[in-house]
């Protein structure tokens, strides 16, 4: 009797921390979406491939700066910054 009382409480908890996990599944899937629309709506291409590279992909600044050629790191970077700073 207690094991199965036990088991019940288990399977209780597994099941709203099953339903905790869908919650934030949604909202990160949510934020995806707002983050790709924003992204989505950026004039210049290079910043939109920053922007894309840096939120979406998670590169770090040296990559980013090998990924689109030309730039270094701290100068994809300072204008990262920059343009967030206008927005």
Not at 14 to 35: P, S, T, V, W
Not at 72 to 85: N, P
Request: charged share 30%; net charge positive.
């Amino acid at each position: 009797q207690v094991d199965s009382k036990i088991t019940l409480m288990i399977m209780a908890e597994i099941a709203d921390l099953r339903g905790l996990i869908d919650l934030n599944i949604k909202r990160c899937f949510y934020e995806l979406n707002r983050l790709n629309r924003f992204i989505n709506s950026v004039e210049d291409s290079q910043m939109r491939m920053i922007l894309s590279l840096r939120y979406i992909n998670g590169l770090p600044w040296n990559q980013i700066a090998a990924s689109i050629g030309g730039n270094t790191e701290d100068s994809v970077r300072k204008a990262h910054d920059r343009y967030l700073k206008r927005k």
